[in-house]
């Protein structure tokens, strides 16, 4: 059954040869739902802004990625790589990698950097994970033969992911492969628990992004011939699935809800980079054609700003299944079937004590400090958490033999830990 395109969100481009253009089935601005989908997740981050600063939220935060490459091929031979070879080769995959932290990081020396006051290095990085969700070694590529020669995005989104998938709050999925009537590629918009929202919530299991071989990588392997083929075709969809609109949003004259991106009447769709203007409310600006949410040329683009940093750092915060996979990659420990509590080094040769908290998926959990005659030290409550660390300062506690008592749900766990 063909899912609606208002509750997937699903961002769409078409690429057909080197006249082509950037084309999105995002669905109708106009249509009344979608308005208030925006309009709500906005009033949710204007509430979130004003806790903290709006242009300093975790400017000086890295957040790294983990990121899974499925690429679904019908190649019988199980042949890697070479001409028209939608088997991609792990080069192809590398390339992309590579373009991404150009973009996201404004790298100098690169085709993602730019000297523009309002652009701005967006802090984030993505790597080929490192662990499947096993906990066991790997490159972060799957490679799923099926016999399909194509995919439609709108329709065979469940079938693409029932192949090869791993859990979307702890990765991000992209599932490399061909895509039917020249479609470009896919991502899944963030949702978040919002009062007064009732759209259908996204299904976690296409939550990712679907993209065309031919505009995955950098002008290698199948993704050399075209004006989409430098790899921003994927800066742009994950663009979208971090909660960034584009920068015309979605309707003439629109509102992306980033002051910093000039009012804009459409998306730019030249493919060569020759200024365009617009006339919004009686004013004629440039527009910022070079922004990776415009729909310009790959060779064009090399801008994110500073309010589309904010709104998607904000994003991250409210987002329940972006902020689960942010967490879980910041420590990278593996699920357990039960509660454990690991003291590391104890005592410790450094200035913390240390402890693994490992628990089994995203849960709930409190661990208190004791000293020997029973009174609490140090106390602190996570909720939503994956496993992680928790490293307490030795200058909070002072010399001596603490006792730590950590409890999630029902399960209760003791340990001692020793400040020297």
């Known amino acids: 059954?063909?899912?609606?395109?208002?509750?997937?969100?699903?961002?769409?481009f078409l690429v057909i040869n080197l006249n082509a253009q950037r084309k999105c089935a995002v669905g109708d601005a106009s249509d009344e739902k979608l308005k208030r989908r925006h309009e709500i997740l906005n009033t949710k981050l204007q509430d979130y802004y004003q806790k903290y600063d709006k242009q300093n939220i975790f400017v000086d935060n890295l957040i790294r990625i983990p990121v899974v490459v499925h690429i679904i091929h019908n190649n019988t031979s199980g042949k890697i790589g070479g001409?028209?070879?939608?088997?991609?080769?792990?080069?192809?995959?590398?390339?992309?990698?590579?373009?991404?932290?150009?973009?996201?990081?404004?790298?100098?020396?690169?085709?993602?950097?730019?000297?523009?006051?309002?652009?701005?290095?967006?802090?984030?990085?993505?790597?080929?994970a490192d662990k499947d969700p096993d906990g066991n070694p790997t490159l972060g590529i799957n490679r799923i033969y099926s016999s399909k020669s194509s995919f439609d995005v709108f329709d065979e989104n469940t079938l693409l992911s029932?192949?090869?998938?791993?859990?979307?709050?702890?990765?991000?999925n992209i599932w490399v492969t061909t895509l039917k009537d020249d479609f470009l590629g896919y991502a899944e918009f963030p949702v978040g628990e919002f009062d007064g929202l009732e759209l259908e919530e996204v299904d976690e299991a296409i939550d990712g992004v679907m993209i065309d071989h031919r505009a995955f990588g950098s002008k290698t392997g199948t993704s050399t011939n075209g004006v989409y083929t430098h790899g921003r075709t994927l800066t742009h969809?994950?663009?979208?699935?971090?909660?960034?609109?584009?920068?015309?949003?979605?309707?003439?004259?629109?509102?992306?809800?980033?002051?910093?991106?000039?009012?804009?009447?459409?998306?730019?769709?030249?493919?060569?980079?020759?200024?365009?203007?617009?006339?919004?409310?009686?004013?004629?600006?440039?527009?910022?054609?070079?922004?990776?949410?415009?729909?310009?040329?790959?060779?064009?683009?090399?801008?994110?700003?500073?309010?589309?940093?904010?709104?998607?750092?904000?994003?991250?915060?409210?987002?329940?299944?972006?902020?689960?996979?942010?967490?879980?990659?910041?420590?990278?420990?593996?699920?357990?079937?039960?509660?454990?509590?690991?003291?590391?080094?104890n005592p410790s040769s450094t200035d913390?004590?240390?402890?693994?908290?490992?628990?089994?998926?995203?849960?709930?959990?409190?661990?208190?400090?004791?000293?020997?005659?029973?009174?609490?030290?140090?106390?602190?409550?996570?909720?939503?958490?994956p496993s992680r660390l928790i490293q307490i300062p030795k200058i909070d506690l002072g010399k001596g033999i603490y006792n730590l008592r950590v409890k999630s749900g029902e399960e209760i766990v003791y340990n001692r830990l020793i400040s020297q």
């Open 1 to 12: 059954m063909k899912k609606p395109i208002l509750s997937l969100l699903i961002l769409v």
């Open 83 to 128: 001409e028209g070879n939608n088997n991609i080769s792990d080069e192809q995959v590398f390339s992309q990698i590579r373009v991404l932290n150009e973009d996201y990081r404004k790298k100098i020396s690169t085709p993602g950097f730019n000297n523009s006051p309002v652009g701005t290095d967006m802090n984030i990085e993505f790597y080929l």
């Open 162 to 172: 029932s192949l090869s998938y791993w859990d979307s709050n702890r990765y991000l």
């Open 237 to 345: 969809e994950i663009g979208h699935w971090l909660g960034l609109i584009h920068t015309w949003g979605d309707e003439y004259c629109g509102d992306d809800f980033c002051n910093d991106t000039p009012p804009t009447e459409s998306g730019n769709l030249s493919i060569k980079c020759t200024p365009k203007y617009s006339n919004c409310r009686g004013t004629r600006t440039l527009n910022m054609i070079e922004n990776y949410m415009d729909y310009t040329a790959d060779s064009c683009m090399n801008i994110f700003t500073n309010d589309q940093k904010s709104r998607v750092r904000a994003i991250l915060e409210v987002s329940k299944r972006r902020k689960r996979l942010i967490t879980n990659s910041e420590f990278n420990l593996p699920q357990t079937e039960k509660l454990i509590v690991k003291v590391l080094e």
């Open 352 to 385: 913390y004590l240390q402890f693994q908290i490992l628990l089994n998926a995203f849960a709930n959990f409190n661990y208190e400090i004791f000293d020997a005659s029973g009174k609490q030290i140090i106390q602190a409550s996570f909720e939503d958490s």
